[in-house]
């Protein structure tokens, strides 16, 4: 699969646990997000890296924790989630920060029980 | 807050009609508009954009219309297919990369 690319594609998880997302682009972009996707809701920005800095952390809580070891690779943390946290979570990446087009991973569906 | 509204939530439509789904933004800061279509189970794509020094852009049976005055745009297919069955999604951005999405039309496209 070329592009970004997301694993794992679907995460069933209790609400004591600790599990990771990970996202990798080799497209050569230097900006990378983190998106919530939820029913009959708007894509919601979780996080921005920019060249392997976080530049946005949109009011997210502390039970999501990002992680971007180098431009090319993203990770989301997460432990002791809600069932309010399932949802879809799409990594996108794009050239740079601003008016550029996304390329969006295919997502994690993830269900906590 | 910023916000874009879009709609219709879903759109049915005869194979070779057109459809039109129409997304209104708040923040006119805003100077660039993305359409991402999201087949089902899969990934959000970028199909078509168009900053606001353009008042319409056009890629085959795809075309994207912004009206800055009122703060509107509007993604345009006509000739529909089935192939063209998707949720589709509208973005405005400020100037910024925080881009606002619309809350996604759901297209039928009936064979």
């Known amino acids: 699969e070329t592009g970004v690319t997301q694993t794992p594609r679907h995460l069933v998880m209790g609400m004591t646990n600790k599990k990771s997302l990970k996202c990798e682009q080799h497209?050569?972009?230097?900006?990378m997000y983190w998106y919530k996707q939820s029913a009959k809701k708007p894509l919601e920005l979780m996080f921005v890296?920019?060249?392997?800095?976080?530049?946005e952390n949109n009011s997210v809580p502390s039970r999501f924790s990002p992680e971007c070891p180098n431009s090319s690779h993203l990770f989301l943390h997460l432990h002791t989630l809600q069932p309010e946290d399932s949802a879809l979570y799409l990594c996108a990446s794009s050239q740079d920060l601003g008016q550029y087009g996304y390329t969006f991973g295919s997502g994690t569906r993830l269900t906590v029980v | 807050g910023e916000n874009v509204e879009q709609h219709p939530s879903t759109l049915s439509v005869q194979e070779g009609d057109s459809a039109v789904i129409k997304c209104t933004y708040s923040?006119?800061?805003?100077?660039?508009f993305p359409w991402y279509k999201q087949e089902l189970g899969k990934r959000p794509q970028l199909i078509i954009d168009?900053?606001?020094?353009?008042g319409e852009k056009k890629d085959q049976r795809i075309a994207v219309t912004l009206n800055k005055t009122a703060k509107h745009f509007s993604l345009h297919i006509t000739e529909t297919q089935p192939e063209d069955s998707a949720v589709y999604f509208c973005a405005a951005v400020p100037g910024t990369y925080k881009y606002i999405f619309g809350t996604g039309t759901r297209l039928k496209v009936l064979a």
């Open positions: 497209l050569g972009h230097n900006a």
């Open positions: 168009i900053r606001s020094n353009v």
């Open positions: 890296y920019n060249f392997k800095e976080q530049t």
């Open positions: 923040d006119s800061a805003s100077n660039y």
